[in-house]
């Protein structure tokens, strides 16, 4: 069946990204982080791309269990991270699945020794540590007590040590970073005086990878930069003005939809739920079959823009739960169902998710992984 609305993953563009953000390490293993539906660009399919390439990624890292076993059952070998929450009745399928858990606290580890134990199995974990996101993460105070439990209980193997960034992306500014740096490596010497050997840290997100060599350990976990977006504007100027070795990225998603009526109104003409855009000349509208059910925000209400037939056409009155309205008076013989990009590349016109983002007071990240995952992602 023909779709009204879909998303394009431009495979090219995907590879072209990882293998840049690989060559920026130093023999590191990149973790391919497809938390979030792969940051709405389809977890299955991403994977099916980087699995086509031998040696791009190393491992993939995820929020959910569910999303770990998903990948699992599609016979991804590779090893899975489960950055997220795992509810303690579920921890059993972290042996099923064969799972590394980046565990955060002390129940969920005390449930993982004795299921351990009863099972025979050996298993790897991590451990989080609280290093100043006060997000996920163990107090330092704590930590003695969890190196002791994991020393007691032999089928469990402490493979690293894990943190995040709070101040990497958002300011040029990298003493907040460094502050963190220096916390975690606290927790890596109390861990290596216990005789732990740590033989995989990790710390180091799409910021951290291209603005500080020094973070990046073992593996690396690229998410935003894996799709061809910066993590923020002051991550892209300080990559370039301070890197040794730039390198670029590309978008990897577009999202497109078709005309589906054209008509023109006459002057004075009100547009739209609350009549909030009125016409002054005689108007062609489009009238799109998309909306803020597919995750096109209504903030973009007046203030958006597609692009048809490679030219730009404001958006008119509100967006709708499933359909929004432009003016296509301005373009060169609009037709119904014609192609019409809402976030992407015509030959000489672009709209970014960065573009959304800042109409819509938000980041990058929340524009591309808000797009509705039912809507067919094709790859080009
Ligand atoms: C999402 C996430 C990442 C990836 O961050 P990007 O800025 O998208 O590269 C890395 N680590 C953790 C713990 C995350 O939650």
Known sequence: MKNNTWVEINKENLIHNLRNIKSQTNNSKLMFVVKANAYGHDIKKAVSITEEQVGLVDTYGVHMLESAIKLRE????????????????????????????????????NKICELAKNRKENIKINLKCETGTNRQGILKEDFPAYLEKIKNCSYVKLEGLVSHFANIEDTTDK???????????????????????LP???????????????????????????????????????HQ??????????PVLSWKTI??????????????????????NK????????????????????????????????????????????????????????????????????????????????????????INPNIERIIV
């Open 74 to 109: 599609n016979g991804i070998k590779k090893d899975i991270y489960v950055l997220g929450y795992v509810n303690i009745n579920n921890l059993k399928y972290l042996f099923e699945y064969n799972l590394i858990h980046v565990v955060t606290n002390k129940e969920s580890l």
């Open 175 to 197: 003493t907040y970073a460094k502050y963190q740096l220096n916390k975690y490596e606290e927790f890596i010497n109390i861990a290596k005086n216990n005789n732990f050997e």
């Open 200 to 238: 995989r840290n990790h710390i180091a997100c799409s910021a951290a990878i291209l603005l500080l060599p020094e973070t990046h350990y073992d593996m690396v976990r690229a998410g935003i930069s894996s799709y061809g977006l910066w993590s923020s504007k002051e991550t892209y100027l300080s």
């Open 241 to 250: 003005f301070e890197s040794q070795t730039p390198i670029t990225l590309k």
């Open 259 to 280: 005309i589906g009526q054209l008509k023109t109104i006459q002057p004075g003409s009100y547009i739209g739920y609350g009549c909030t855009y009125k016409t002054t």
């Open 283 to 370: 108007t062609q509208l489009a009238i799109l079959p998309i909306g803020y059910y597919d995750g096109y925000d209504r903030k973009l209400s007046n203030s958006g823009y597609v692009i048809i037939n490679d030219k730009r056409a404001p958006l008119r009155g509100r967006v709708c739960m499933n359909m929004i309205i432009v003016d296509v008076t301005n373009i060169p013989e609009p037709k119904l169902e014609d192609e019409v990009i809402l976030i992407g590349k015509s030959s000489s016109e672009e709209i970014s998710a960065e573009e959304i983002a800042d109409k819509t007071n938000t980041i990058n990240y929340e524009v591309v992984s808000r």
